[in-house]
């Protein structure tokens, strides 16, 4: 092999060599053109991005600046990372002074009986939860305030929490109108409290009122009667007999006078007796009025406290006592009752307030006809009960009737068209027959055509079953 | 197998022997473009096997002293074309720890295709180093004469030992340093 041979192949071998290198080198040139491109491409994007984030961050940044709230960002070991200018006016503390605090430098410490309820921001037992709460801080003056926080985890790309971010907003003058809201409620209450007692005695005097009418009547009837007694003719018969006390037999056979004294001292007597017995009745009466204004009290003292007690009762007895009540009333004004009992129901309730409830019914109407001057004053009293298992309880009369618009206002506390009226008796009615379970209803077709009120009551237990109140 | 390995054991044999023995090698070769390397290449591993079999036919030298030679030179050419790999006050235990993060981490970004042997390394103290090497082409010799070729450029005094894993062909050896303070 000469040394030419192998010069010549070494060149060979270099060119093919060199002209590898080459197309490698235009290749790998090539690809590197192709990634410049793209690293371009990418640079122009990224600087797309950039700027968006920046544009996305200032607004970020104007409308963190910008709330009423003060922002916080705090780290799991409760290092605030970040605060809105906001924050400043809230607690004195420039945004710069509060990077690096830790939120439990801003609470009022737990020693001094305030809550420390700062531990959520550090949730590395806990776990990141989003939590309202109340703090109270420490202003950079000194003073104090309540701030209200919502606090929620905030979350990086990848999922992780690493920070809590909290809106706080100063709430202590709100803390403070609340304070005053509850005293000016108390006030209120205390106020609804008097009223209410002033109402129970509203309805006591009314309740009252009404039946001192029938125990007036009732006492000037028996002093009447005792005005008109015969008692004085029983007086001059005695006279009689002392004056002749000496010779009484001859007196009572011979003397024209002493022979009509037997005949005389029957008719007296027999005048006394009747007079008895009226008198006796309307003493009853007066006795009945007595005792229902001491069951009127009694009631209505137990609409300021709790309800009286209750029994089973026939609803019939319960109409016959009220009717009872007005019996002298009703002869007075020559009105004709009318009794339709179509069932015999019982009712489980406090016997005074429905008797109170019928007797308030009877009066109205009584007025009504009073007002009307019909001919034939009439008041039907019906007994029944419904398909819905109650028991009605009515009183119509055939009196001055009720406009429409009256309807719907008659139960209102305070609503009267009687001169000397007080609005109450139907009011506490209502109430009464609600607080049984039951209500009251009302029907009239009109000025000059009647009226008809009804107490519905629950047949049997009243209180177990309530019926829809009226209206 | 990157170009460069090629044309540095070509350079090697014509210093080291003579330019006719390595014509004489490429051409008993027969390699199919004639071996014309080009250190930007990449060439198939079975020529460098035969390369280094022709190698030693013609020189009388066993296959392994040949790499382990070829490895030393390899070594100082890395040396001088590539020195930012090599900064001042490294040494040769932390240098070959780093060999499968770093070195092998930057010639990756580069070639992605190169097929690299797979160093593990565990300091069994600050002065011993133990080197897994895992290779599919049984080069450990080769290995070996880049670890001397390191030990020589960082001028420190270690003793090596090479241990071939019994039953993988060489493909799996241990290589443990232990540095001797001066």
């Known amino acids: 092999m000469s040394e030419i041979e192998l010069l010549q192949r070494r060149l060979s071998r270099e060119r093919l060599a060199r002209k590898e290198a080459e197309r490698l080198l235009e290749e790998k040139s090539r690809a590197l053109f192709e990634t410049n491109l793209k690293l371009q491409e990418h640079a122009t994007h990224l600087e797309a991005e950039i700027t968006e984030r920046k544009r996305t961050e200032a607004r970020f940044r104007n409308i963190t600046e910008s709330l009423a709230e003060g922002l916080l960002l705090v780290a799991p070991d409760g290092v605030?990372?970040?605060?809105?200018?906001?924050?400043?006016?809230?607690?004195?503390?420039?945004?710069?002074?509060?990077?690096?605090?830790?939120?439990?430098?801003?609470?009022?410490?737990?020693?001094?009986?305030?809550?420390?309820?700062?531990?959520?921001?550090?949730?590395?037992?806990?776990?990141?939860?989003?939590?309202?709460a109340d703090l109270e801080l420490c202003h950079k003056d000194g003073h104090r305030l309540t701030a209200q926080v919502h606090a929620a985890p905030y979350y990086d790309s990848s999922g992780t929490c690493r920070a809590m971010i909290g809106a706080l907003t100063d709430i202590s003058d709100r803390r403070?109108?609340?304070?005053?809201?509850?005293?000016?409620?108390?006030?209120?209450?205390?106020?609804?409290?008097?009223?209410?007692?002033?109402?129970?005695?509203?309805?006591?005097?009314?309740?009252?009122?009404?039946?001192?009418?029938?125990?007036?009547?009732?006492?000037?009837?028996?002093r009447d009667q005792l005005r008109q007694s015969r008692l004085s003719h029983l007086l001059r018969a005695i006279a009689l007999l002392r004056e002749h006390e000496a010779n009484l037999p001859d007196f009572l056979s011979r003397d024209p006078r002493g022979r009509q004294l037997p005949a005389f001292l029957q008719l007296v007597t027999t005048h006394l007796q009747e007079e008895n017995l009226r008198l006796l009745k309307e003493a009853d009466g007066l006795d009945a009025n007595l005792q229902h204004i001491k069951h009127i009290v009694a009631m209505q003292q137990s609409f300021a406290r709790v309800g009286g007690a209750e029994e089973t009762i026939a609803a019939r007895d319960l109409l016959e006592q009220a009717i009872e009540l007005h019996t002298g009333a009703l002869q007075r004004d020559h009105i004709e009752l009318i009794r339709h009992y179509q069932a015999h129901p019982t009712l489980l309730v406090d016997r005074h307030k429905?008797?109170?409830?019928?007797?308030?019914?009877?009066?109205?109407?009584?007025?009504?006809?009073?007002?009307?001057?019909?001919?034939?004053?009439?008041?039907?009293?019906?007994?029944?009960?419904?398909?819905?298992?109650?028991?009605?309880?009515?009183?119509?009369?055939?009196?001055?009737?009720?406009?429409?618009?009256?309807?719907?206002?008659?139960?209102?506390?305070?609503?009267?068209?009687?001169?000397?009226?007080?609005?109450?008796?139907?009011?506490?009615g209502a109430l009464a027959a609600r607080e049984m379970g039951g209500r009251i209803t009302v029907a009239s077709e009109g000025p000059g055509r009647g009226a008809t009120f009804a107490l519905e009551l629950p047949a049997g237990a009243a209180s177990r079953n309530p019926l829809r109140p009226p209206g | 197998m990157k170009g460069i390995v090629f044309t540095e054991f070509l350079e090697m044999v014509e210093k080291t022997f003579s330019p006719e023995t390595a014509d004489q090698i490429i051409l008993a070769s027969e390699l199919p473009h004639g071996g014309a390397y080009t250190a930007?290449?990449?060439?198939?591993?079975?020529?460098?096997?035969?390369?280094?079999?022709?190698?030693?036919?013609?020189?009388?030298?066993?296959?392994?002293?040949?790499?382990?030679?070829?490895?030393?030179?390899?070594?100082?050419?890395?040396?001088?074309?590539?020195?930012?790999?090599?900064?001042?006050?490294?040494?040769?235990?932390?240098?070959?720890a780093?060999?499968?993060?770093?070195?092998?981490?930057?010639?990756?970004?580069?070639?992605?295709?190169?097929?690299?042997?797979?160093?593990?390394?565990?300091?069994?103290?600050?002065?011993?180093?133990?080197?897994?090497?895992?290779?599919?082409?049984?080069?450990?010799?080769?290995?070996?004469?880049?670890?001397?070729?390191?030990?020589?450029?960082?001028?420190?005094?270690?003793?090596?030992?090479?241990?071939?894993?019994?039953?993988?062909?060489?493909?799996?050896?241990?290589?443990?340093?232990?540095?001797?303070?001066?």
């Open chain 1, 80 to 132: 605030i990372l970040y605060a809105n200018q906001r924050m400043t006016n809230l607690i004195g503390h420039s945004p710069g002074e509060l990077l690096g605090k830790t939120i439990r430098d801003l609470v009022v410490p737990a020693a001094e009986g305030q809550p420390a309820r700062a531990q959520f921001w550090e949730f590395e037992d806990t776990g990141p939860v989003c939590i309202t």
């Open chain 1, 176 to 222: 403070r109108a609340e304070a005053e809201l509850v005293r000016l409620n108390d006030r209120l209450v205390e106020a609804s409290r008097l009223a209410g007692m002033a109402e129970v005695a509203t309805g006591v005097l009314h309740n009252v009122g009404n039946v001192l009418n029938s125990v007036n009547v009732s006492s000037t009837l028996i």
């Open chain 1, 354 to 428: 429905v008797v109170q409830i019928l007797v308030n019914f009877l009066r109205n109407a009584r007025h009504a006809l009073a007002e009307a001057k019909v001919p034939t004053p009439t008041i039907t009293v019906l007994l029944e009960t419904t398909p819905e298992q109650t028991v009605r309880l009515a009183v119509t009369d055939n009196g001055i009737g009720i406009p429409t618009e009256n309807l719907t206002r008659i139960f209102s506390h305070g609503f009267t068209t009687k001169r000397d009226g007080h609005g109450f008796g139907l009011h506490s």
């Open chain 2, 40 to 96: 930007v290449g990449t060439y198939p591993h079975a020529e460098m096997v035969s390369l280094v079999v022709h190698l030693s036919e013609v020189s009388a030298t066993p296959v392994p002293d040949l790499l382990r030679t070829f490895g030393r030179h390899l070594f100082s050419r890395f040396v001088a074309l590539y020195p930012a790999f090599f900064p001042s006050g490294m040494d040769t235990l932390t240098f070959l």
């Open chain 2, 98 to 182: 780093g060999v499968e993060t770093h070195i092998h981490a930057e010639v990756l970004k580069l070639y992605p295709d190169a097929q690299l042997p797979r160093f593990d390394t565990r300091r069994a103290g600050e002065d011993e180093l133990v080197m897994d090497y895992r290779s599919d082409r049984a080069m450990h010799d080769l290995a070996e004469g880049l670890i001397h070729g390191c030990i020589q450029h960082f001028g420190e005094r270690v003793h090596l030992r090479k241990e071939v894993v019994d039953g993988t062909g060489g493909t799996c050896a241990r290589f443990v340093l232990r540095r001797e303070r001066l």
